[in-house]
C-alpha cells in the first residue's frame, strides 16, 4: 500500500483560522503561536487548506509525518500528507513534525489560481501558460 494514499487520521476538531499566508520562518511561527495560545503540548500549525487555495492555522499536538510529503488541512477534519515528489525544489527530505513546517517553504508556497504548490512540475507550466496568455 502507498503510505501517501492512506489519510493520516489526526482530527483536528479545534477552531482553525483561515489566513492570507503561513510565516516563513520560526521567529514569526512563534509569533502566530503566541498570538492564537498554543502551547508546548499543543503548537501551533499552519498549512494549505483542502483545496490548495488559502491557508489555515490551529494549535494541535506534535504530529511526525515522513519525508516525502506536504501537508494539507482537509475539510473533513483532518491532515494528508500530500507526495511532493514531482517539485522541482523543496520536498522535505527527512521526517518531521507538523509543526515545523515552515522548514520547508515550498510545502507553504502556493499559486493560488491553480490551486497547486508552485513547485510542482504541473504547477510551474500551468504558471507559464498563464503568463504567456496574460502577455499576449
Known amino acids: 500500500m502507498n503510505w501517501f494514499n492512506v489519510?493520516?487520521?489526526?482530527?483536528?476538531?479545534?477552531?482553525?483560522?483561515?489566513?492570507q499566508r503561513c510565516p516563513s520562518n520560526g521567529e514569526s511561527w512563534k509569533?502566530?503561536?503566541?498570538?492564537?495560545g498554543c502551547n508546548k503540548t499543543h503548537p501551533y500549525h499552519c498549512l494549505p487548506?483542502?483545496?490548495l487555495t488559502s491557508y489555515v492555522e490551529?494549535?494541535?499536538?506534535?504530529?511526525?509525518?515522513?519525508e516525502g510529503g506536504c501537508l494539507k488541512y482537509l475539510d473533513s477534519g483532518y491532515i494528508d500528507q500530500v507526495?511532493?515528489?514531482?517539485?522541482?525544489c523543496g520536498c522535505p527530505d527527512k521526517s518531521y513534525?507538523?509543526?515545523?513546517?515552515?522548514?520547508?517553504p515550498m510545502c507553504l508556497d502556493l499559486f493560488i489560481p491553480g490551486s497547486c504548490f508552485?513547485?510542482?512540475i504541473?504547477?510551474?507550466?500551468?504558471?507559464?501558460?498563464?503568463?504567456?496568455?496574460?502577455?499576449?
Open 49 to 51: 487548506n483542502n483545496n
Open 97 to 104: 513534525y507538523g509543526d515545523e513546517l515552515f522548514q520547508y
Open 83 to 88: 507526495k511532493c515528489a514531482e517539485f522541482v
Open 58 to 66: 490551529l494549535c494541535y499536538k506534535h504530529t511526525f509525518f515522513i
Open 122 to 136: 504541473d504547477c510551474l507550466k500551468l504558471r507559464v501558460k498563464a503568463l504567456t496568455v496574460r502577455t499576449t
Open 118 to 120: 508552485t513547485a510542482h
Open 7 to 19: 489519510l493520516i487520521t489526526i482530527n483536528l476538531s479545534l477552531a482553525t483560522i483561515e489566513v
Open 31 to 36: 509569533l502566530s503561536s503566541d498570538r492564537i
